[in-house]
């Protein structure tokens, strides 16, 4: 079956650009999950969805970050005004339970350079 | 401030012999623990879990220990195989109100054939 897809897979922005980064999550997942993962780094939470609720968004580095998942399905990442600590791999993962912390499926990611 | 803790960055092992990978942690309201293996340019993909009720938990070649008092555990895979090779990234949650997964940096795994 489909797992969880992350488009583009690659994006190079120039500093200053906005950037939105998709995810699509497995069908029917009602939680939702943003990671940013930097070099040699493990992944750091960002944010956390419940269907079309964004319940946590401590993470978020800064208010250049927002997310949204409108209809509870797909979601959105989006940074304004790209900086060059915003390279980084963006992880987005699905879960088929409420919480759903220990039963993420993770997608591959989308890797951004900023310039 | 690194509440998981995965110091050693890379490890190299001969296939069939066994792997130890170790993660310490900071944090003692983290109850459970997780494994996640990742391959270049795939996301990561959950391996094993252990809760902080036990101290041990075994799934085929894999088994992770976990120590509470020294806030420390680790992964033991027997046999290594060469597909064995990639990134294991250890990782913890307090499974309560407002958690998230708290991951360490990562331990690059190759398994010699």
């Known amino acids: 079956g489909a797992g969880v897809s992350q488009s583009p897979r690659y994006k190079v922005a120039k500093r200053g650009q906005d950037v939105a980064l998709r995810c699509d999550p497995i069908?029917?997942?009602?939680?939702l999950f943003w990671y940013q993962q930097a070099l040699g780094q493990g992944p750091e939470f960002l944010t956390y969805f419940q269907n079309e609720a964004q319940l946590d968004k401590s993470g978020l580095p800064s208010d250049r970050f927002f997310a949204e998942r409108p209809e509870g399905s797909v979601s959105t990442l989006k940074i304004q005004r790209t900086q060059q600590e915003d390279s980084a791999v963006y992880l987005c993962?699905?879960?088929?339970?409420?919480?759903?912390?220990?039963?993420?499926?993770f997608g591959p990611g989308t890797r951004l350079t900023v310039t | 401030d690194q509440q998981v803790k995965q110091n050693s960055p890379s490890l190299s092992v001969q296939e069939g012999r066994i792997s130890i990978l170790n993660c310490d942690y900071t944090n003692s309201m983290f109850d459970y623990f997780l494994w996640y293996k990742k391959y270049p340019a795939e996301g990561p993909t959950f391996l094993i879990s252990i809760s902080s009720i036990k101290d041990k938990n075994e799934d085929g070649r894999f088994t992770v220990f976990l120590n509470k008092s020294a806030k420390h555990l680790s992964l033991h895979i027997v046999p290594s195989q060469p597909g064995d090779s990639a990134v294991y990234f250890c990782a913890a949650i307090s499974t309560g109100a407002n958690s998230k997964l708290t991951f360490g940096k990562g331990i690059t795994l190759s398994v010699r054939p």
């Open positions: 069908s029917g997942h009602v939680s």
């Open positions: 993962a699905s879960s088929l339970v409420v919480g759903g912390w220990v039963e993420q499926y």
